[in-house]
């Protein structure tokens, strides 16, 4: 059975930075491209980062560009979201996903992180 589990979300001001974290568990890790979505209240959900499953290919969205990494430890088959830069409209509620290497769609999500930016 799949599962993610995000940590590390909270409360930062401007400026400042966070890492969140996504534990996954039950597939093999190496085979998962993984990616960090966010969701700020009446809005739809976004994708925000996404790293294929050999780890080499990244993707960012505009708004997070050169503020924002995904990176990964196959060892603790952990994801890592470093957000640094953060800004009021990052405020989210932050979720990490994974679909298989042959997949298009994301079947598997964490329960959310909040992540709210004060001014």
């Known amino acids: 059975q799949v599962q993610l589990v995000e940590s590390g979300g909270g409360l930062v001001q401007a400026g400042g930075s966070l890492r969140l974290s996504c534990a996954a568990s039950?597939?093999?890790?190496?085979?998962?491209?993984m990616g960090w979505f966010r969701q700020a209240p009446g809005k739809e959900r976004e994708s925000v980062a996404v790293?294929?499953?050999?780890?080499?290919?990244?993707s960012y969205a505009d708004s997070v560009k050169d503020r924002f990494t995904i990176s990964r430890d196959s060892a603790k088959n952990t994801v890592y979201l470093q957000m640094n830069s953060l800004k009021p409209e990052d405020t989210a509620v932050y979720f990490c996903?994974?679909?298989?290497?042959?997949?298009?769609?994301?079947?598997?999500w964490g329960q959310g992180t909040q992540v709210t930016v004060s001014s």
């Open positions: 996903a994974a679909r298989y290497i042959t997949s298009m769609s994301w079947p598997y």
């Open positions: 039950g597939y093999t890790f190496s085979s998962y491209a």
């Open positions: 790293m294929d499953w050999s780890g080499r290919i990244t």
